[in-house]
C-alpha cells in the first residue's frame, strides 16, 4: 500500500520508520510518503494561509497550495478512484471497521489540516478526482491533522498483511469483534496479593472461552453500553 500524506510539518512522519511500521516500510509492504504543502507555494514566504472571508478569528488554509499538492498526488487517470481523507472534529468518526476497509486499498492520500481549517473549495475540487472523507479520531479539537493521520496509519498499518508479526494477535482484541477485550494476565499466578482468576489456569478451553466472553460483555455493558448488539 502507498500512502501520501500533505501536511506542512513532513517531518512529522519520520517517527513511522522507528515503529513497527518501519520494517513495513523497509520490506516494502507500506510506502509513507510526507509532502510538504509550502512545497507548493510560489511566494517567498511560502504563504500557506489567508484571512477568513465573512471575518472571524484565526486563519483558513488557502486552496492553491493544495490544489497543487493533491494534483502531485492524485493520479491523472486513476483506475479506481483514490481516497483522500482529511482528518477534521467534524468528520466521520474513524472506526475499526473503516480501518479494515481502508486496509484494503492500494493507495491512500491523507490531508493534514491545520489553523481554522482548509478553504471548502479543496473538498469540492478534490471530490471531481477522487473519494473525499473528513474523519474525526474524537470529539475535541488538535491543532491539527498530524498525529490523527499518525493514529489512522497505525491503525490501517497494522491490519495490512506482513506488517504485524503475529497476525492471530489481531483477532482477539478490542473493537474486531464489536465488543471491548477481555482483562489479560501474564505470570506471576500471584502478585501483591492479587492472584489470576483460577479458571485461566484451568486448562478448561471452554470455559476459559466462557469467560472470556462474559467479560468482554461485562465489561463493554459498563464501559461502552453503546457497543452493545441490539437485544
Ligand atoms: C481540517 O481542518 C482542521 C483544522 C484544525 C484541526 C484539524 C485536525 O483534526 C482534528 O482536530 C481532529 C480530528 N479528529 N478529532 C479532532 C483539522
Known sequence: MRIDVVTIFPEFFDVLDISLLGKARRTGILEVVPHNL?????DRHR??????????????????????????????????????????????????????ELAGRDHLVFGCGRY???????????????????????????????????????????LIPGVVGNPESLVEESHE??????????KPASWRGLDVPPVLMSGNHKAVDAWRREQQLERTRRVRPDLLPPE
Open 116 to 158: 481554522e481549517g482548509i478553504d471548502q473549495r479543496v473538498f469540492d475540487h478534490a471530490a471531481t478526482r477522487a473519494e473525499v472523507r473528513l474523519v474525526s479520531i474524537g470529539d475535541y479539537v488538535l491543532n491539527g491533522g498530524e498525529v490523527a493521520v499518525m493514529a489512522m496509519i497505525e491503525a490501517i498499518g497494522r
Open 47 to 100: 504563504t500557506v494561509d489567508d484571512t477568513p472571508y465573512g471575518g472571524g478569528a484565526g486563519m483558513v488554509m488557502k486552496p492553491e497550495p493544495w490544489g497543487e499538492a493533491l494534483d502531485e498526488v492524485l493520479p491523472e487517470h486513476p483506475d479506481a478512484r483514490p481516497v483522500v481523507i482529511f482528518p477534521s472534529p467534524a468528520g466521520t468518526v474513524f472506526t475499526q471497521a473503516m480501518a479494515r
Open 38 to 42: 509550502r512545497d507548493f507555494t510560489h
Open 177 to 186: 469483534d464489536g465488543l471491548l477485550e477481555y482483562p489479560s494476565y501474564t
